[in-house]
């Protein structure tokens, strides 16, 4: 009988302790996380005291707002969520802790004014993330606490994205005065608001009158359209405060599927909720050199931070620059290439210039400033007299292997074709006889195969490198629609274009003919030509260029080269006719790509956009109106009071399928331009909306209760 020890170390106890105690605490975590466990948390965080109250008035010596909640709550990305207006200049610092939330105000408050802070959606408990609402804390440093909204949406006015964390803010109208066009250059919003991901905003605590609305992407956090280079949009129109009693209809849910019933909730509904602000960069920004770079030896390159209507007076300090340059500039001067044309001039290692440009100066006005440059080539003489043996050896080395290919194909055929040593025989099968008429065999002296001394490398003679052609791409070559053309685009400016050295040809039968053409150089593109011609669908033509037919500015000739053009058949496209509701005569109907891109662009003749030759996918329509006639979307300008130019898309897509003809009516302006734009190619996605999740009838209806 194994005997039990009468007495256990008081160690020994206190680990069994222990170890009950680790236990009991693991089977408390996996009950916690279990789902088998309680009901979960579905109820939002509410508001169990704040200092001051919510919307107490005389309240001109608040520091600190203080909010407390029955549970502990969290604030998400409240630098960006959570808006307080009037705007305060000096940053407050917003904070959650535990089960309060607080706001430390450091600017001055304003007599008369109701303070609110809107913390929109952005409250939601710690353990669920359930958010408390739409909530906005409000106080008053006046005798009463202003009420009234205005809201809408902040649009980009190119392409009708909604702008997300955009500011709105408004200025009070005084009937006495005009609102000066300078206030928003010089004045701070008096209330504002921030843009969701939809491009909304409400702006709260109005008090009742007229105002003004704009939208800034604020920079500097000054609430002042102070830099170009900020998005702004503004309106002319006069929004006057109002309000009047409305019903609401809210689903109440079962679950994520089903619902139980709708309810009616009567609220205060607050006008205008139809603001619409386009947005744009002024295509005014400061004015800079930003850089200079001289890539090759024969061009160099100025890129400005915005354009100008005067190219730059360039003076050669070593050098004469009177018509030394081909001049290739962007369509607003803030790129220019410099195409060097004396080899004497872009042979110098160093090229000293003086600049004479329009620059912004510090009053933000254009004025003329004088720069010095040394240009000096990244690609070097010798680094290319180096690539230039480089190539030369790998000329060589190509060209030996080459012919001693060809001489082994010539033994092998000799060796191929040999007899055995006897008669030699002609192809018609009589002998072959020498001069005494003797029969001539194949290892006599006087054979005509001779055998030859194989050379070695040293023997063989290079050849100079071939000539290095001029290369340029030729869009729409291989196949392209009848109402196309097709673009030659060149890497150096022509300096002669040969009409006779270039054939265009259609295919008649199984003939090529001549056919009628026009080779010009595109407007303001100079190394770029476009061939024109009458295209017909379902038909082959031909591009013959012979040898130099273009010789660029440094002598280089183009090679000879063909290309055969197949058009497709007519049963392969589709064709969509756009009849315009109203006056639209001077707008440009685009029509889009499911990325938003244009593909074809018409301009409106007699109510009427006709697009031939579509290719059959999907499409989506953008208009705009072209108010300057220059075929192109402008920007506008504050400083000039100048809207952008106004844009409109079609609300739904087209489907265009081989052989179709559609017509399809529109009116621009018969939805609100926050309705227009498809959501297919909206790339500002609406963020999900927070609300309490019905986890706990989700877990019933899965388990089948």
Same mark, same amino acid.
């Given at each position: 009988?194994? +005997? #039990?020890?009468?007495?256990?170390?008081?160690?020994?106890?206190?680990?069994?302790?222990?170890?009950?105690?680790?236990?009991?605490?693991?089977?408390?975590?996996?009950?916690?996380?279990?789902?088998?466990?309680?009901?979960?948390?579905?109820?939002?965080?509410?508001?169990?005291?704040?200092?001051?109250?919510?919307?107490?008035?005389?309240?001109?010596?608040?520091?600190?707002?203080?909010?407390?909640?029955?549970?502990?709550?969290?604030?998400?990305?409240?630098?960006?969520?959570?808006?307080?207006?009037?705007?305060?200049?000096?940053?407050?610092?917003?904070?959650?802790?535990?089960?309060? !939330?607080?706001?430390?105000?450091?600017?001055?408050?304003?007599?008369?004014?109701?303070?609110?802070?809107?913390?929109?959606?952005?409250?939601?408990?710690?353990?669920?993330?359930?958010?408390?609402?739409?909530?906005?804390?409000?106080?008053?440093?006046?005798?009463?606490?202003?009420?009234?909204?205005?809201?809408?949406?902040?649009?980009?006015?190119?392409?009708?994205?909604?702008?997300?964390?955009?500011?709105?803010?408004?200025?009070?109208?005084?009937?006495?005065?005009? *609102?000066?066009?300078?206030?928003?250059?010089?004045?701070?919003?008096?209330?504002?608001?921030?843009?969701?991901?939809?491009?909304?905003?409400?702006? %709260?605590?109005?008090?009742?009158?007229?105002?003004?609305?704009?939208?800034?992407?604020?920079?500097?956090?000054?609430?002042?359209?102070?830099?170009?280079?900020?998005?702004?949009?503004?309106?002319?129109?006069?929004?006057?405060?109002?309000?009047?009693?409305?019903?609401?209809?809210?689903?109440?849910?079962?679950?994520?599927?089903?619902?139980?019933?709708?309810?009616?909730?009567?609220?205060?509904?607050?006008?205008?909720?139809?603001?619409?602000?386009?947005?744009?960069?002024?295509?005014?920004?400061?004015?800079?050199?930003?850089?200079?770079?001289?890539?090759?030896?024969?061009?160099?390159?100025?890129?400005?931070?915005?354009?100008?209507?005067?190219?730059?007076?360039?003076?050669?300090?070593?050098?004469?620059?009177?018509?030394?340059?081909?001049?290739?500039?962007?369509?607003?001067?803030?790129?220019?290439?410099?195409?060097?044309?004396?080899? *004497?001039?872009?042979?110098?290692?160093?090229?000293?210039?003086?600049?004479?440009?329009?620059?912004?100066?510090?009053?933000?006005?254009?004025?003329?400033?004088?720069?010095?440059?040394?240009?000096?080539?990244?690609?070097?003489?010798?680094?290319?007299?180096?690539?230039?043996?480089?190539?030369?050896?790998?000329?060589?080395?190509?060209?030996?292997?080459?012919?001693?290919?060809?001489?082994?194909? #010539?033994?092998?055929?000799?060796?191929?074709?040999?007899?055995?040593?006897?008669?030699? #025989?002609?192809?018609?099968?009589?002998?072959?006889?020498?001069?005494?008429?003797?029969?001539?065999?194949?290892?006599?002296?006087?054979?005509? %195969?001779?055998?030859?001394?194989?050379?070695?490398?040293?023997? !063989?003679?290079?050849?100079?490198?071939?000539?290095?052609? *001029?290369?340029?791409?030729?869009?729409?070559?291989?196949?392209?629609?009848?109402?196309?053309?097709?673009?030659?685009?060149?890497?150096?400016?022509?300096?002669?274009?040969?009409?006779?050295?270039?054939?265009?040809? #259609?295919?008649?039968?199984?003939?090529?003919?001549?056919?009628?053409?026009?080779?010009?150089?595109?407007?303001?593109?100079?190394?770029?030509?476009?061939?024109?011609?009458?295209?017909?669908?379902?038909?082959?033509?031909?591009?013959?260029?012979?040898?130099?037919?273009?010789?660029? !500015?440094?002598?280089?000739?183009?090679?000879?080269?063909?290309?055969?053009?197949?058009?497709?058949?007519?049963? +392969?496209?589709?064709?969509?006719?756009?009849?315009?509701?109203?006056?639209?005569?001077?707008?440009?109907?685009?029509?889009?790509?499911? +990325?938003?891109?244009?593909?074809?662009?018409?301009?409106?003749?007699?109510?009427?956009?006709?697009?031939?030759?579509?290719?059959?996918?999907?499409?989506?329509?953008?208009?705009?109106?072209?108010?300057?006639?220059?075929?192109?979307?402008?920007?506008?300008?504050?400083?000039?009071?100048?809207?952008?130019?106004?844009?409109?898309?079609?609300?739904?897509?087209?489907?265009?399928?081989?052989?179709?003809?559609?017509?399809?009516?529109?009116?621009?302006?018969?939805?609100?331009?926050?309705?227009?734009?498809?959501?297919?190619?909206? %790339?500002?996605?609406?963020?999900?909306?927070?609300?309490?999740?019905?986890?706990?009838?989700?877990?019933?209806?899965?388990?089948?209760?």
């Amino acid at each position: 009988m194994r +005997s #039990v020890p009468k007495h256990r170390h008081p160690l020994l106890y206190f680990f069994y302790a222990l170890c009950i105690v680790h236990c009991a605490f693991f089977l408390a975590c996996a009950r916690m996380g279990s789902p088998d466990g309680g009901p979960y948390d579905e109820t939002p965080p509410k508001v169990i005291h704040t200092s001051p109250k919510f919307g107490a008035v005389n309240e001109k010596n608040v520091k600190k707002v203080t909010i407390e909640f029955d549970e502990i709550v969290k604030i998400d990305n409240p630098s960006e969520r959570v808006v307080i207006s009037p705007p305060q200049i000096q940053q407050p610092e917003i904070e959650a802790d535990g089960r309060r !939330i607080t706001i430390a105000l450091f600017d001055t408050l304003k007599p008369g004014m109701t303070y609110t802070i809107d913390f929109a959606d952005a409250i939601v408990d710690n353990n669920e993330g359930n958010p408390y609402g739409d909530y906005a804390f409000t106080f008053s440093t006046g005798e009463s606490v202003d009420t009234f909204q205005m809201s809408g949406h902040v649009l980009n006015a190119e392409d009708l994205e909604p702008i997300k964390g955009m500011l709105v803010g408004l200025y009070k109208l005084d009937p006495l005065q005009t *609102l000066p066009d300078s206030i928003f250059r010089t004045k701070p919003f008096e209330r504002i608001s921030r843009t969701d991901s939809r491009g909304h905003f409400v702006v %709260k605590g109005l008090s009742p009158g007229q105002y003004r609305a704009f939208a800034l992407k604020d920079l500097n956090q000054n609430y002042i359209y102070d830099q170009r280079a900020e998005m702004i949009a503004f309106s002319d129109r006069v929004l006057a405060t109002s309000s009047r009693p409305d019903i609401r209809p809210d689903t109440v849910w079962h679950d994520s599927i089903h619902y139980d019933s709708i309810v009616y909730t009567p609220y205060t509904h607050y006008y205008p909720d139809d603001i619409i602000l386009t947005a744009f960069e002024s295509g005014l920004q400061d004015r800079h050199l930003l850089k200079s770079e001289r890539p090759i030896l024969q061009k160099f390159s100025l890129y400005f931070t915005a354009g100008s209507d005067t190219l730059p007076r360039l003076t050669g300090l070593n050098f004469d620059a009177t018509d030394a340059f081909v001049i290739d500039a962007s369509q607003h001067n803030d790129s220019i290439d410099y195409w060097v044309k004396d080899s *004497l001039v872009y042979n110098l290692d160093t090229l000293c210039i003086q600049l004479d440009f329009f620059e912004t100066d510090t009053t933000g006005n254009l004025a003329i400033t004088t720069d010095t440059l040394r240009l000096v080539s990244k690609l070097t003489k010798e680094r290319m007299a180096r690539e230039r043996q480089e190539q030369m050896e790998e000329w060589a080395k190509e060209y030996k292997q080459q012919l001693k290919a060809e001489r082994r194909a #010539v033994q092998r055929a000799e060796k191929e074709g040999t007899e055995e040593p006897g008669d030699a #025989v002609m192809a018609d099968g009589q002998q072959v006889r020498d001069e005494d008429g003797q029969p001539q065999t194949d290892d006599k002296p006087n054979s005509k %195969k001779k055998k030859k001394k194989k050379k070695d490398d040293d023997d !063989i003679e290079i050849p100079p490198l071939p000539e290095e052609f *001029l290369t340029y791409k030729i869009n729409n070559a291989q196949s392209m629609d009848p109402d196309k053309n097709i673009d030659f685009i060149f890497e150096e400016p022509l300096e002669t274009v040969d009409l006779s050295k270039i054939h265009f040809s #259609v295919k008649v039968d199984t003939l090529f003919q001549p056919a009628k053409f026009l080779f010009r150089q595109v407007p303001g593109k100079i190394k770029t030509y476009r061939l024109y011609a009458e295209w017909e669908a379902d038909s082959t033509y031909q591009i013959e260029i012979d040898t130099a037919a273009f010789v660029n !500015i440094y002598g280089k000739r183009s090679e000879a080269t063909k290309r055969t053009i197949r058009m497709r058949t007519l049963d +392969s496209y589709s064709t969509l006719f756009v009849a315009l509701q109203g006056d639209w005569n001077d707008a440009i109907v685009e029509l889009l790509s499911g +990325s938003d891109k244009a593909v074809k662009s018409l301009k409106v003749k007699n109510g009427h956009a006709d697009f031939y030759f579509i290719t059959p996918s999907t499409y989506y329509l953008r208009l705009f109106r072209d108010l300057n006639g220059n075929g192109v979307w402008d920007t506008g300008d504050y400083d000039q009071q100048l809207q952008p130019e106004p844009v409109y898309y079609y609300p739904d897509a087209l489907t265009l399928k081989a052989q179709w003809e559609i017509t399809q009516d529109w009116n621009p302006t018969a939805l609100p331009l926050a309705k227009q734009k498809p959501q297919k190619i909206t %790339k500002q996605k609406p963020d999900k909306e927070r609300t309490v999740k019905n986890r706990n009838a989700e877990r019933a209806l899965k388990n089948g209760k």
